[in-house]
């Protein structure tokens, strides 16, 4: 798995905590991922497995403050870790579990099951649906708009050089391009065009469309002139649905954020990660940045914009296609107190779950 760090700058000195620096701050953390409480030096005395006492963790609990690792959310209480602790956490100190035996059977079983019902959707969706209620927080997965059935498509034309080319999904989704115009274009050009397209889109996605125009142009050419021809061609090559631009987004169980819940100030965070979750396409360009890594990615906290006010953490891998080209990924969206240890191998496992089923024969892209 490849995870992203940002402590480069960082790395020499926090490499530098000797064995009980390292012990101590492990326990405050993991006490934090376990409870969300702040971890005190008498209770971290009494964890850790040398003889310290408790004014000698607070010596070392004082060093991790100043190197900005953990901090005390009020003057009497324990330490927290920091944002940047759970980063040194993650990438130095975290040890990754297994998926049990039992789970990597229900993530199989499921994902195939879904797979029957012969749609990448239903694969996909099932796959957020099985993320959330294994990790407690929101499963997300990116997909591409190439997938989504159509019901009605229209050239209409803007000026002499451009068109807008227009399709309506079964859902009542709306989406529009500019495609560009051959100089000379007859006005009757982009009504036949909207016609030839018209009578092969209801039903189908923009693939098998895509797939079905190229069949049919070469038989049916001579009802079309060449110009028109390639109006058609023009305006579905604009919609190849594999830049991020073109991605949906899926989201399931955002209900099971509330469902540990602590404190006032827990109901605002989740809250403003519902919010968050409405600026679909700022999501997408998030989880974007998983498929440039072509591997797992780990965000916490402000690491990235989009998520820093509510504090919420993100672990994301990518999955592929029968052709092995990374189409979309899938992860979880939850607290910064995400069982990282836990959901890391999870999130790899089903993506890599996935990619196999999307590889093998008879699903069809809807």
Request: glycine share 8%.
């Amino acid at each position: 798995m490849a995870f992203d760090s940002l402590l480069a700058s960082t790395a020499p000195s926090l490499a530098r905590l000797d064995e009980r620096s390292r012990e101590i701050f492990r326990q405050i953390v993991e006490t934090y991922l376990a409870t969300g409480e702040p971890a005190g030096s008498r209770n971290i005395s009494r964890l850790i497995p040398m003889t310290l006492s408790p004014a000698s963790v607070r010596n070392v609990m004082a060093d991790l403050e100043a190197a900005g690792l953990i901090f005390a959310p009020h003057t009497s209480a324990g330490r927290l870790p920091t944002e940047r602790g759970l980063r040194f956490f993650v990438d130095a100190l975290l040890e990754i579990g297994d998926v049990s035996e039992d789970e990597r059977n229900s993530i199989e079983t499921q994902v195939r099951a879904a797979a029957r019902a012969q749609t990448v959707d239903g694969v996909l969706a099932e796959a957020s649906n099985l993320l959330s209620g294994l990790s407690r927080g929101a499963g997300v997965v990116t997909a591409g708009k190439t997938d989504v059935r159509l019901k009605h498509i229209e050239f209409v034309p803007l000026d002499a050089s451009r068109a807008l080319l227009i399709l309506v999904s079964d859902d009542g989704e709306v989406e529009n391009r500019l495609v560009p115009l051959p100089k000379g274009l007859p006005a009757s050009a982009l009504t036949e065009a909207t016609n030839f397209l018209g009578s092969l889109t209801r039903g189908r996605t923009i693939a098998e469309l895509r797939s079905e125009v190229e069949r049919t142009l070469s038989a049916r050419r001579a009802e079309l002139d060449e110009i028109t021809a390639r109006v058609v061609e023009t305006g579905l090559a604009s919609w190849s649905g594999g830049d991020k631009a073109e991605r949906r987004l899926i989201v399931r169980g955002q209900t099971r954020l509330l469902h540990d819940l602590r404190a006032i100030e827990d109901l605002e965070r989740v809250r403003l990660l519902f919010d968050d979750l409405e600026a679909k396409q700022e999501v997408v360009d998030l989880l974007g940045r998983a498929e440039d890594a072509q591997g797992l990615r780990i965000f916490i906290g402000s690491e990235n914009k989009l998520f820093s006010l509510s504090g919420s953490s993100t672990i994301v891998a990518p999955y592929r296609d029968g052709q092995g080209r990374v189409v979309g990924v899938l992860g979880v969206i939850g607290p910064t107190r995400l069982n990282y240890a836990r959901i890391v191998p999870m999130v790899d496992f089903t993506a890599r779950v996935v990619s196999r089923v999307l590889a093998g024969p008879g699903i069809d892209a809807a």
